[in-house]
């Protein structure tokens, strides 16, 4: 051998990388498991419609506030703008 060649691993080094590679066996996790049957699927279904509905109609509600406070910063905008243009004749 010469000195530009590379010396090979030590004989333990194999060893040592197989070892690092083993993973220790873990249990399923709750992610890995399908989750259990429920009985009361069909109670959580209809509630689930009832929320979606009361979701439903918070929103209406909310779009409602928005297309009153929108009409109503219209008005007070217009107001200012004639008190202004009278203020500045």
């Given at each position: 051998m010469d000195g530009s060649?590379?010396?090979?691993?030590?004989?333990?080094?194999?060893?040592a990388m197989?070892?690092?590679?083993?993973?220790?066996?873990?249990?399923?996790?709750?992610?890995?498991?399908?989750?259990?049957?429920?009985?009361?699927?069909?109670e959580r279904q209809r509630s689930g419609k009832e929320w979606m509905r009361e979701?439903?109609?918070s929103r209406t509600s909310e779009l409602g506030d928005i297309k009153r406070y929108?009409?109503?910063?219209?008005?007070?905008?217009?107001?200012m703008l004639i008190t202004f243009a009278t203020l500045h004749r």
């Open positions: 060649s590379v010396s090979p691993l030590p004989c333990e080094a194999p060893l197989m070892e690092s590679e083993k993973t220790p066996p873990r249990s399923p996790s709750q992610h890995d498991m399908p989750p259990p049957p429920d009985e009361n699927a069909s979701l439903s109609a929108s009409r109503n910063r219209e008005s007070v905008m217009l107001e």
